[in-house]
C-alpha cells in the first residue's frame, strides 16, 4: 500500500486572445454643410435614373449619384479600432453627461473660475460613477447567464441589435 498524501496537482496554461486592431471607414457627418449637401442633391441630374428601362439599372445609376454626392461633403475616412466596443457605455444617460462634461470642461478652460471647475469635477466624478454601475452590471448580466454571447449582444442600447438578438432566440 502507498500512500502519497500531496496535494493534486494540475497546471492549464488559459489565454484570452488579444483583440486585433481592425479598419474600420465612417463618414465625418459633423462637418457636413447641410444647406450645401441640399443644393448639390437638388441640382443631381434624375433624369439619367428616369431615362433608363430597367428598375435594376434605375437604382444602381441612382445609388452612384448619391453616393458621389456624399462623397463630395462627407468623405469616408479609414479609421483603426484598436480596443473592443466598450457596450456598457452606450446608455443615453452617460452619453448625455459627457456632453454636458464637454461643455463644462471648455467653460472651466475659458473663465478658469473655481466654480467652473467644481461643476466640471461634480460632473466627471458622477460620470465615473455611473460608467462603473453601468459595468458591473454588463458584467454580471455577461457572467450569471447561460449564454455569455447573448446577453453581451442585449445590452448593446441600440433597437436594432435588441430586435435581432430577440428575434434570433424566438
Request: hydrophobic share 35%; glycine share 4%; with cysteine.
Given at each position: 500500500?502507498?500512500g502519497?498524501?500531496?496535494a493534486?496537482?494540475?497546471?492549464i496554461?488559459?489565454s484570452?486572445?488579444?483583440?486585433?486592431?481592425?479598419l474600420?471607414f465612417l463618414?465625418?457627418?459633423?462637418?457636413?454643410d447641410e444647406?450645401?449637401?441640399?443644393?448639390?442633391?437638388?441640382?443631381?441630374p434624375?433624369?439619367?435614373?428616369?431615362?433608363?428601362?430597367s428598375?435594376?439599372?434605375?437604382?444602381?445609376?441612382?445609388?452612384?449619384?448619391?453616393?458621389?454626392?456624399?462623397?463630395?461633403?462627407?468623405?469616408?475616412?479609414?479609421?483603426?479600432?484598436?480596443?473592443?466596443?466598450?457596450?456598457?457605455?452606450?446608455?443615453?444617460?452617460?452619453?448625455?453627461?459627457?456632453?454636458?462634461?464637454?461643455?463644462?470642461?471648455?467653460?472651466?478652460?475659458?473663465?478658469?473660475?473655481?466654480?467652473?471647475?467644481?461643476a466640471?469635477r461634480?460632473?466627471r466624478?458622477?460620470?465615473?460613477?455611473?460608467?462603473?454601475?453601468?459595468?458591473?452590471?454588463?458584467?454580471?448580466?455577461?457572467?450569471?447567464?447561460?449564454?455569455?454571447?447573448?446577453?453581451v449582444?442585449?445590452?448593446?442600447?441600440?433597437?436594432?441589435s435588441?430586435?435581432?438578438?430577440s428575434?434570433?432566440?424566438?
Amino acid at each position: 500500500m502507498v500512500g502519497d498524501h500531496d496535494a493534486p496537482f494540475a497546471c492549464i496554461s488559459v489565454s484570452v486572445p488579444r483583440f486585433q486592431p481592425r479598419l474600420k471607414f465612417l463618414r465625418n457627418e459633423k462637418e457636413l454643410d447641410e444647406s450645401a449637401f441640399k443644393e448639390d442633391l437638388s441640382l443631381l441630374p434624375l433624369e439619367a435614373v428616369y431615362g433608363l428601362e430597367s428598375p435594376d439599372g434605375m437604382v444602381d445609376v441612382l445609388n452612384s449619384l448619391m453616393k458621389d454626392c456624399l462623397d463630395r461633403h462627407a468623405p469616408l475616412r479609414r479609421v483603426k479600432v484598436t480596443r473592443p466596443p466598450a457596450t456598457w457605455l452606450q446608455t443615453e444617460e452617460i452619453r448625455q453627461l459627457q456632453k454636458e462634461q464637454d461643455q463644462l470642461r471648455a467653460e472651466a478652460h475659458k473663465k478658469g473660475g473655481e466654480t467652473s471647475w467644481a461643476a466640471f469635477r461634480d460632473v466627471r466624478n458622477k460620470i465615473k460613477s455611473v460608467v462603473g454601475k453601468a459595468r458591473r452590471s454588463f458584467l454580471a448580466n455577461a457572467l450569471s447567464s447561460r449564454r455569455p454571447k447573448e446577453s453581451v449582444e442585449d445590452d448593446t442600447s441600440s433597437p436594432t441589435s435588441k430586435s435581432q438578438a430577440s428575434s434570433r432566440r424566438s
